[in-house]
């Protein structure tokens, strides 16, 4: 069974930065787009980046736009999210996500079939 394996979290303060990797355990067959969602507790799960293998396209959530930089390695099935300017607010456990979503769903978590187990990222001073 394919895995995706996140890593890179961890605690920061404010104006920080971190940088999220995630890498298919093994060969994941075939992927549309990879992404990156975001949960703080009591709050839903939420979308933060995709990136399209089919052209290398990437999305944000406005929150993030500007701040957060997804960029992807086709051949691995791996992507990064490097995370810069970080805030409280951006305080959550990161997943990583991989499918074949189109375009109205690359936002949304019904877009992808395959979810990492988490990492954690603490904004805090």
């Known amino acids: 069974q394919v895995q995706l394996v996140e890593s890179g979290g961890g605690s920061v303060q404010p104006g920080g930065s971190l940088r999220l990797s995630c890498a298919a355990s093994s060969r994941a067959g075939e992927i549309g787009a990879m992404a990156w969602f975001r949960q703080a507790p009591g709050k839903e799960r939420e979308f933060v980046a995709a990136?399209?293998?089919?052209?290398?396209?990437?999305y944000y959530a406005d929150g993030v736009r500007g701040r957060f930089a997804i960029s992807g390695d086709r051949a691995n099935s791996a992507i990064h999210l490097q995370m810069n300017s970080l805030n409280s607010e951006d305080t959550a456990a990161y997943y990583c996500a991989a499918g074949i979503p189109i375009l109205s769903t690359i936002r949304t978590i019904g877009g992808y079939r395959m979810w990492g187990q988490g990492t954690q990222v603490t904004v805090s001073s």
């Open positions: 990136i399209r293998w089919n052209g290398g396209r990437t």
